[in-house]
């Protein structure tokens, strides 16, 4: 698989002849000329799933599924669009790539924020190496992950906690994503304090870079 980071949470995985496009939000302008087979949608934030802007791009991509968590799906529905509703357990099938789904809610703003739904994304291709987007919730660690899409910087986040989740999934690779918020003294010094407290290296993907997974 090819993943390429195109701002903040968004990635776009291709394999083949198959594109997933995860969390096209609106910290990130870069995915709108995309062709994605699928959107899949962790869940129901801007800087997640940007309506207007996803509704064109499935527009001009016709048979493009449209793949969220429960409680994002009314809110695409309004908007003019048919998505597909992924619950936590669910497997299945786009082009080459299997898709796995984990999760169920979103981490913990603060006790007066209520929280919304959140669903993680397993992606590999046949009995290939298998990749972790796990939206904005560090409560759902796995086991068998060989590369973690590490949310950096949230406000739901602190430092200790980024590290701790690198290392309770340990996967073999690590690169961050959803660090939109971050300028880039801050961004230096995340991750200098991720690697020293999980002791593991994290990759500087930025975006606009690709790896090979």
């Known amino acids: 698989?090819?993943?390429t980071r195109l701002g903040h949470a968004c990635l776009l995985i291709e394999a083949d002849d198959t594109r997933l496009l995860i969390d096209p939000g609106n910290l990130s302008?870069?995915?709108?000329?995309t062709a994605p087979?699928?959107?899949?949608?962790?869940h129901q934030h801007l800087d997640h799933f940007d309506s207007a802007p996803v509704r064109d791009l499935l527009a001009r991509n016709p048979?493009?599924?449209?793949?969220?968590?429960?409680?994002?799906?009314?809110?695409a529905a309004e908007a003019g669009m048919e998505?597909?509703?992924a619950a936590p357990g669910?497997?299945?099938?786009?082009g080459s790539l299997g898709v796995e789904t984990v999760g169920g809610r979103h981490a913990v703003i603060h006790p007066s924020i209520p929280r919304v739904g959140n669903v993680g994304y397993v992606i590999s291709e046949g009995d290939g190496p298998r990749l972790y987007h796990p939206g904005d919730a560090y409560e759902y660690p796995l086991q068998g992950i060989d590369v973690l899409a590490v949310p950096l910087s949230a406000p739901w986040a602190r430092v200790a906690h980024t590290a701790d989740f690198v290392s309770a999934v340990a996967p073999s690779r690590v690169f961050p994503i959803h660090d939109g918020h971050l300028s880039s003294n801050g961004l230096a010094s995340h991750m200098r304090l991720v690697r020293q407290i999980a002791g593991m290296d994290v990759e500087e993907v930025?975006?606009?870079?690709?790896?090979?997974?």
């Open 83 to 85: 998505p597909e509703v």
């Open 63 to 75: 048979g493009g599924r449209l793949i969220m968590e429960g409680e994002v799906a009314p809110l």
């Open 37 to 42: 087979d699928a959107v899949l949608v962790t």
């Open 1 to 3: 698989m090819r993943v």
């Open 29 to 33: 302008d870069s995915w709108h000329d």
């Open 206 to 213: 930025w975006t606009g870079d690709s790896v090979e997974v």
């Open 90 to 94: 669910d497997a299945f099938t786009i």
